[in-house]
C-alpha cells in the first residue's frame, strides 16, 4: 500500500510538473528551456571536441616519431598516409605552434625525397593540408625551406601529379608568407609551365600570384617583372576567372613600379596595352567585374603618366574611340560624390576623364620642363591626324557628360580635357572640331557654376577660343550669354539685372569658397585628376590657384576682345532678344491693363496679336539661344498671361469665380489655336514642339543639380553581335537570317543564328548584313582569291563577331535573358540585309516558324498567297541597283517591316496587327527568336 500511494504521488506531481510546463509555453517562458537545452548541447560538444583534439593530438605524436626514424619507404609511406588522413578530418584546435614546427624539417625533407614520387606526392600533400588546418603552419615551413623546395619540383617537372600538388602547397604557403615565396621565385615556379595544366590548376597558380602580388615590395623589382610576358600572354585565355586573376597581378605590378619610367616602358613592351585596350572594349567577349574593369583602364592611366611609349601606343590604337564608347554607355547617374569606392578602386568615369588627362600633355602655363611633356607635345604636333580624330571622338561626349548634370569634380574633369584640346588645336583643326558643337552656348552653361576651378578653366577656354576664333565665335559668345557671365563676374552688381543664372560676387578666399562649392569632393580639385600625386598628398596639398586668379582673366577677356560699346547693356544685347524683350513687356503690360479696368475681353485681340508675333520669332529663321531665350523674360510672360496675371502674385486670393475660369480658358484656347497649328507648311514640328525644346533646354541651364541613385540594381550585360558587336543592358533577340525564296542576288547566310539589338534599325542591321550577302562582292572576292592561289579570311569584323556568337549563347548573362523556345512565346526569324520578314503569334501547344526573306530592293514588297508562310519573288533580281536607296527589304510572315521603326517597335506592330494574338500574353523580350528562309 505505502509503494502504491507513493506511486500515485509521484504521478500526481508529474502530472502538475506538465501543467506547471503548459502554463509557461503559455506564458512564453518555454525559451528559458530551449536556452537551458542548447547550453547542454555546447557542453557535450565541446566535450567531444576535446576528446577529438586529444585523439589526434596522440595520433600527430606517434606519426611524427616514425617520420623522424629511419625507416624503410612503406612505412615512411603509411605514416604519410595516416598523417593525410589525420590532417583532412581534424580541427586546428588539435595542432599546435610547437606540433607545427616539429612536423616542418620532416615534410620538407621529404617533399625533396628524389628516389620515391610517392613520398614526394604524399609529403606534400600533408605541407598542404597542415596549411589549411593552421595557417600559421606557413611560417614554420618557410623557415625550413620549403618553398625553394616547392618552387624546384616546379621549374623541372618530371611527374604530373607532383607537380599539380606543388601549385596547392605553394598557393596555401602564398597567403600568409607572399614574400617568402616572391624570394624564392614562386611566381616563375608557378607560370613557368602553365599551359600544361587544367583550367582549375591554372586558377590555383595565378591565386599564387594574386597573393604575391599583393605585398609586392617597392625594392628589387625583378622577380616579378620577369613574370610580365607570360602574364601578358594569359590575357588571352578565354577563362574569365583566369583573365580577372591575371589582370588584378599586372595591375598590382604597375602600381608598384609607377614612379620609375623605364619599367613603365618595360611593361609597354610586352603587348601589354594592346591587351588591356582589348579587354576594356565593349566588343570584347570576355566581360570582367566591375572593379577589374575599372582597375584595367587605371592601370592605362599609370603607364601613359610615366612612358611616353604607353602614350603613343595608346593613340595608334585609337584609343579615343574605346573611351568614347565607355563615356556614352556608362550611366551618369550614379555620379561620383566621393573619389574612392569602398572596395579601394576609383570610379570608372573619373579613371576614364583621367586617362584622357594624361594622354594630353600639360598645358604651356601649368607645366614644369618635364621630358614626358615636350614628348607627348612632340608627338601631337608631327600626328595632328591622332589628334584631331582624339577631338572628334570624345569632344562631343565630354560635352554631353557636363551638360547631362555630372556633378561639380566630373564637370571639372571634363573642362580640363576640353581646355588641353582646345589649346593644342591648330586654328584650322579647331575650328572642325567646334563646328559641331555649340561651344558658346555649353560655356555660358558652365559659368553657372559655382566653383572658382571650374570658372577658371570655362574662362581659359573662352579665352583660347577668342585668340584663335575670335572672328567666328565673337557674335556667338554675345549671343549665348557668355558676355554677360563674364561681366558679371567682374560687376557682381550687374547680374541682378539679368534672368540668365550666371554666377556673380566671387570672394575669393580660397578656403572658405573651396569648402562650401567642393564640399561633394574630398580634396582640393586641383589635384582632382593628379595622377603623379599620391591622394594623402593631394588632400593635404593647398589650392594651386591665386586669389584673384577668376577676376584677372575676366577682365583681361573682356578687355582684349569685347569693344567699350558692346560693355553697355543696351548695346551687347542682340535685335532678336531686343524684340523679344519688347514683346515680353507687352504682353506683361497688357495683362496688368486688363486687370485693372476689369475688361479683359476686350484685349484678346491685342493678346492674339502678341502672341502672334513671339511665336513667329520663336520659329523664325534666326536661330534664338537658350539665353536670349531666357534673358528675353518669354517664359514669365506667357505664364502671366495664361494664369491672368495670378503667377506674378505674391498673395494669391479667391480668384476661382465664373468670370476668371472663363478668361482663362479663352487664353488656353487662343493659346492652343497658335502653337499647335502649323504656320509654315513645310515644317515639320508644331510651334509647340519647338517651345517644349527651348524650355528643356532652358532647364538644363538653369539647374545644376545632379541626379545619384542611391542604390541601384545591378543590370545584366548582353552581347549583340548585330548591328555593332556591342554589350547592352538590355536583352537581345536570337536570330537566323535566311534568304528569300527564288532569290538569286544574295548569299545564303542562314546557317548562324546571331544576337542583334532589339532596339536597332533596319538600316543598321542592313548595313551588317549586305557586306555579308551581297553575292556579287563575295563572288569577285572569290574569283581574286582563286587567281592568288590562296583562300583568303572573311573580313576581320565579320570573323570577330561570328566568333562571339556560340559563347554568347552559353553564357548566363545571355541565356538568363533568352531563354529556350517555349509554349506561347514568339518565334522570329531575320533576313538578311535586303530581306523580307514574315511574323506568325504561336497559339499554346504549336510551334510558329517566323521566317524572314532576303529579298532585293529592286523588287519590291510580295504578297504570299494565303497560308504561305515564305515569300516567294516574282521575278528575277536586278543585281545593278547601286543607289543610296535600301538595299535589303525586311518581311515577317509576309508583311513588309517599316523601316522607319526599330526591330522591336516593328515586331510589336505587326503582333498588334495580329486579331487572334492577345498582348498580354506577348512576351518578346523574354523570347528566343528564331528565323529561317
Given amino acids: 500500500m505505502m509503494v502504491r500511494w507513493k506511486l500515485r504521488l509521484l504521478l500526481r506531481r508529474r502530472a502538475g510538473q506538465r501543467e506547471s510546463l503548459r502554463r509557461i509555453q503559455r506564458m512564453g517562458h518555454v525559451i528559458l528551456k530551449d536556452q537551458v537545452m542548447e547550453s547542454i548541447d555546447r557542453i557535450v560538444l565541446r566535450d567531444y571536441q576535446r576528446s577529438r583534439s586529444s585523439g589526434d593530438h596522440g595520433k600527430l605524436k606517434r606519426i611524427l616519431s616514425s617520420l623522424s626514424e629511419e625507416v624503410e619507404d612503406s612505412g615512411q609511406l603509411a605514416a604519410l598516409t595516416e598523417l593525410c588522413e589525420v590532417l583532412s578530418f581534424c580541427s586546428e584546435s588539435s595542432m599546435s605552434s610547437l606540433m607545427s614546427d616539429s612536423f616542418s624539417p620532416a615534410l620538407v625533407k621529404l617533399a625533396k625525397h628524389e628516389c620515391n614520387p610517392d613520398i614526394m606526392l604524399l609529403a606534400i600533400r600533408a605541407i598542404t593540408y597542415m596549411c589549411d588546418v593552421f595557417p600559421r603552419s606557413a611560417g614554420f615551413l618557410v623557415r625550413h625551406d620549403a618553398v625553394p623546395a616547392l618552387c624546384q619540383r616546379l621549374m623541372a617537372i618530371e611527374y604530373m601529379d607532383v607537380a599539380e600538388q606543388c601549385l596547392q602547397a605553394l598557393e596555401k604557403i602564398s597567403r600568409d608568407q607572399p614574400l617568402a615565396c616572391l624570394q624564392s621565385g614562386a611566381i616563375m615556379a608557378v607560370l613557368n609551365y602553365i599551359d600544361f595544366f587544367s583550367t582549375s590548376l591554372q586558377r590555383v597558380a595565378l591565386s599564387t600570384v594574386v597573393n604575391i602580388c599583393k605585398k609586392l615590395p617597392s625594392e ?157 607635345e612632340s608627338f601631337l604636333v608631327d600626328h595632328p591626324d591622332l589628334l584631331q580624330k582624339f577631338g572628334m571622338d570624345i569632344l562631343p561626349n565630354l560635352i554631353q557628360v557636363v551638360n547631362s548634370g555630372a556633378n561639380l569634380y566630373v564637370c571639372y574633369g571634363c573642362l580640363s580635357i576640353i581646355n588641353k584640346l582646345v589649346y593644342f588645336s591648330k586654328r584650322d583643326m579647331l575650328l572642325e572640331l567646334l563646328k559641331t558643337t555649340n561651344i558658346s552656348s555649353f560655356l555660358a552653361g558652365v559659368f553657372t557654376r559655382k566653383d572658382h576651378h571650374v570658372l577658371i578653366l570655362a574662362l581659359q577656354i573662352a579665352e583660347t577660343v577668342l585668340q584663335k576664333l575670335s572672328d567666328y565665335f565673337l557674335n556667338s559668345f554675345i549671343k549665348e550669354g557668355v558676355f554677360f557671365a563674364v561681366d558679371a563676374l567682374l560687376m557682381p552688381e550687374k547680374c541682378l539685372q539679368l534672368m540668365f543664372p550666371v554666377f556673380s ?41 591665386e586669389k584673384d586668379c577668376v577676376h584677372n582673366l575676366a577682365e583681361r577677356i573682356r578687355t582684349n576682345y569685347f569693344a567699350t560699346d558692346v560693355h553697355n547693356s543696351e548695346k551687347g544685347l542682340t535685335d532678336i532678344l531686343q524684340k523679344l524683350k519688347t514683346f515680353s513687356a507687352a504682353l506683361t503690360d497688357l495683362v496688368n491693363i486688363s486687370i485693372d479696368d476689369d475688361a479683359s475681353a476686350q484685349h484678346e485681340e491685342k493678346f492674339y496679336c502678341i502672341l502672334h508675333q513671339i511665336l513667329e520669332k520663336l520659329n523664325g529663321s534666326e536661330p534664338i539661344s537658350t539665353f536670349e531665350f531666357i534673358e528675353s523674360g518669354i517664359v514669365k510672360s506667357l505664364m502671366n498671361y495664361l ?45 509647340l514642339s519647338v517651345l517644349i525644346r527651348k524650355l528643356q533646354s532652358a532647364l538644363s541651364s538653369v539647374e545644376n543639380f545632379p541626379v545619384i541613385l542611391g542604390h541601384a540594381s545591378k543590370q545584366k550585360n548582353f552581347y549583340a553581335t548585330v548591328p555593332n558587336g556591342r554589350c547592352t543592358t538590355h536583352p537581345c533577340f536570337k536570330v537566323r537570317f535566311v534568304r528569300g525564296e527564288r532569290e538569286t542576288c544574295l548569299c545564303d ?56 556568337v556560340p559563347d554568347l549563347m552559353e553564357s548566363d548573362s545571355v541565356s538568363s535573358g533568352l531563354p529556350e523556345m517555349q509554349e506561347g512565346e514568339a518565334n522570329l526569324s531575320h533576313s538578311v540585309p535586303e530581306e523580307a520578314v514574315n511574323l506568325r503569334q504561336t497559339t499554346p501547344g504549336e510551334t510558329s516558324m517566323g521566317e524572314i526573306h532576303s529579298v532585293s530592293a529592286s523588287q519590291g514588297p510580295h504578297c504570299p ?25 525586311f518581311y515577317l510572315e509576309g508583311y513588309q517591316l517599316d523601316r522607319a521603326l526599330t526591330l522591336y517597335q516593328a ?20 523570347s528566343s527568336i528564331h528565323a529561317d528562309i
Avoid at 620609375?260 to 567577349?285: F, Y
Avoid at 472663363?662 to 514640328?685: G, T
Fill in 220 to 376: 628589387c623589382p625583378s622577380p616579378f617583372m620577369e613574370a610580365v610576358p607570360i602574364l601578358c600572354n594569359l590575357l588571352q585565355y578565354e577563362d574569365r576567372q583566369l583573365v580577372e586573376n591575371v589582370a588584378m597581378c599586372l595591375i598590382k605590378i604597375a602600381d608598384r613600379v609607377s614612379q620609375s619610367p623605364e619599367m613603365l616602358d618595360e611593361l609597354c613592351k610586352h603587348g601589354l596595352i594592346d591587351q588591356a585596350t582589348h579587354l576594356i572594349n565593349l566588343n570584347s567577349r570576355t566581360t570582367l567585374s566591375q572593379s577589374i574593369y575599372t582597375g584595367l583602364i587605371g592601370l592605362l592611366v599609370k603607364l601613359a603618366s610615366g612612358s611616353f611609349v604607353a602614350v603613343r601606343t595608346l593613340f595608334e590604337l585609337n584609343i579615343s574611340s574605346i573611351l568614347k564608347d565607355i563615356l556614352s554607355s556608362y550611366d551618369l547617374s550614379h555620379g561620383m560624390p566621393v573619389l574612392h569606392m569602398a572596395d579601394g578602386h576609383c570610379n570608372q568615369v573619373h579613371e576614364v576623364l583621367n586617362l584622357l588627362n594624361e594622354l594630353l600633355p600639360t598645358l604651356a602655363r601649368d607645366q614644369e620642363d618635364v621630358p614626358l611633356v615636350s614628348d607627348k
Fill in 505 to 545: 560676387g566671387i570672394q575669393l578666399s580660397i578656403d572658405s569658397s573651396q569648402k562650401s562649392a567642393a564640399r561633394e569632393v574630398l580634396r582640393c580639385l586641383c589635384y582632382a585628376f593628379d595622377a603623379g600625386q599620391s591622394p594623402l598628398a593631394s588632400e593635404m596639398g593647398s589650392c594651386k590657384l
Fill in 865 to 889: 498567297s494565303e497560308g504561305d508562310t515564305s515569300v516567294k519573288t516574282q521575278n528575277p533580281v536586278s543585281c545593278s541597283n547601286e543607289d543610296d536607296s535600301p538595299k535589303l527589304l
Fill in 643 to 687: 494664369s491672368n496675371g495670378l503667377y506674378l502674385r505674391e498673395k494669391l486670393e479667391n480668384e476661382c469665380e465664373l468670370s476668371y475660369i472663363y478668361i482663362v480658358e479663352k487664353r488656353f484656347e487662343a493659346f492652343a489655336r497658335l502653337f499647335l497649328s502649323l504656320m509654315d507648311p513645310l515644317s515639320e514640328d508644331l510651334p
Fill in 749 to 804: 547566310y542562314s546557317e548562324d543564328v546571331l544576337t542583334v539589338d532589339s532596339f536597332s534599325s533596319l538600316d543598321a542591321i542592313e548595313g551588317f548584313l549586305w557586306p555579308k550577302v551581297d553575292k556579287t562582292k563575295n563572288e569577285h572576292i572569290e574569283s581574286a582569291n582563286q587567281s592568288i592561289g590562296q583562300t583568303k579570311s572573311p573580313p576581320s569584323d565579320a570573323c570577330s563577331l561570328e566568333g562571339k
Fill in 907 to 926: 515586331i510589336l506592330q505587326q503582333q498588334l496587327k495580329a486579331d487572334h494574338e492577345i498582348i498580354s500574353r506577348c512576351k518578346i523580350v523574354d
